[in-house]
C-alpha cells in the first residue's frame, strides 16, 4: 500500500518560506507525479503544482512566482517550498500522488504567525 | 483556468435516500475527472477516476458518469458513513482545480 507522509515545521513567520517534505513508501516512486494540495481551514482544496520523477514541474499560476517544487528520487521524497508566506497560506498542506490523485498524505497543518 | 462548478454546495438526505451530485466544466475536459471523499480532519479518498470507473475497495452504491463539461456523482442508497463531504478534480488542464464541494449532512 502505498504511503505518503508530509513533514515540516508547523509554524512560519510571516515573509518568510515554507517548506515542506513528502516521504513515499511502499510503491514505487519512478515515473509518477507528485502533487500538493493545500485546504485553509473550513474551506475548499486549492492545487498547488505537480513534480514528475524527471523534476519537470507544473505550478499554479496564482502561485507559481513563489513555488519550488524539488525531487529526490534517492530517498523517494519530494518537496515545497513556498516563500513570501502570509496569513492566508495557513493551511492543511497535502502530499499526493498522480495527477488523477489516487493516494493522499494525511496532512499537515502549517501556520502562518509571529 | 478551467473553473469547476459544483452543485449543489450542501445537501440534507436520509438514509437510504438516493443523492446525485453535479461538476460542470467551464470548458471540455473529456473524462479527466476524479471524485473524492472527505470526512472531518481526514485527507480526501478517491471514489471515482476517470469520470465513471469505481475505485478499487469503494462500495458499488457509488457511482460516476459524464464526459467533456457535465460530470456526476450518484450515490444510490445513503449509508450513515457517506455522510461527508464531496470534491471534483478535473486533472485535464493545467492548474487542475477542484469543484467548491458538496457537503452531505443527516436530514
Known amino acids: 500500500q502505498v504511503r505518503l507522509q508530509e513533514s515540516g515545521p508547523g509554524l512560519v513567520k510571516p515573509s518568510e518560506t515554507l517548506s515542506l517534505t513528502c516521504t513515499v513508501s511502499?510503491?514505487?516512486?519512478?515515473?509518477?507525479?507528485w502533487t500538493w494540495i493545500r485546504q485553509p481551514a473550513g474551506k475548499g482544496l486549492e492545487w498547488i503544482g505537480r513534480?514528475?520523477?524527471?523534476?519537470?514541474?507544473n505550478y499554479n499560476p496564482s502561485l507559481k512566482s513563489r513555488v519550488t517544487m524539488s525531487v529526490d528520487t534517492s530517498k523517494n521524497q519530494f518537496s515545497l517550498k513556498l516563500s513570501s508566506v502570509t496569513a492566508a497560506d495557513t493551511a492543511v498542506y497535502y502530499c499526493?500522488?498522480?495527477?488523477?490523485?489516487?493516494?493522499w498524505g494525511q496532512g499537515t497543518l502549517v501556520t502562518v504567525s509571529s | 483556468d478551467i473553473q469547476m462548478t459544483q452543485s449543489p454546495s450542501s445537501l440534507s438526505a436520509s438514509v437510504g435516500d438516493r443523492v446525485t451530485i453535479t461538476c460542470r466544466a467551464s470548458?471540455?475536459?473529456?473524462?479527466?475527472l476524479g471524485w473524492y471523499q472527505q470526512k472531518p480532519g481526514k485527507a480526501p479518498k478517491r471514489l471515482i477516476y476517470?469520470?465513471?470507473s469505481l475505485q478499487s475497495g469503494v462500495p458499488s452504491r457509488f457511482s460516476g458518469s459524464g464526459s467533456g463539461t457535465e460530470f456526476t456523482l450518484t450515490i444510490s442508497s445513503l449509508q450513515p458513513e457517506d455522510f461527508a463531504t464531496y470534491y471534483c478534480?478535473?486533472?485535464?488542464?493545467?492548474?487542475?482545480?477542484f469543484g467548491q464541494g458538496t457537503k452531505l449532512e443527516i436530514k
Open positions: 499526493a500522488r498522480g495527477e488523477a490523485i489516487d493516494f
Open positions: 511502499g510503491a514505487s516512486f519512478s515515473s509518477f507525479y
Open positions: 513534480i514528475y520523477t524527471s523534476g519537470t514541474t
Open positions: 470548458q471540455g475536459i473529456r473524462n479527466d
Open positions: 476517470a469520470a465513471s
Open positions: 478534480l478535473q486533472h485535464n488542464t493545467y492548474p487542475h482545480t
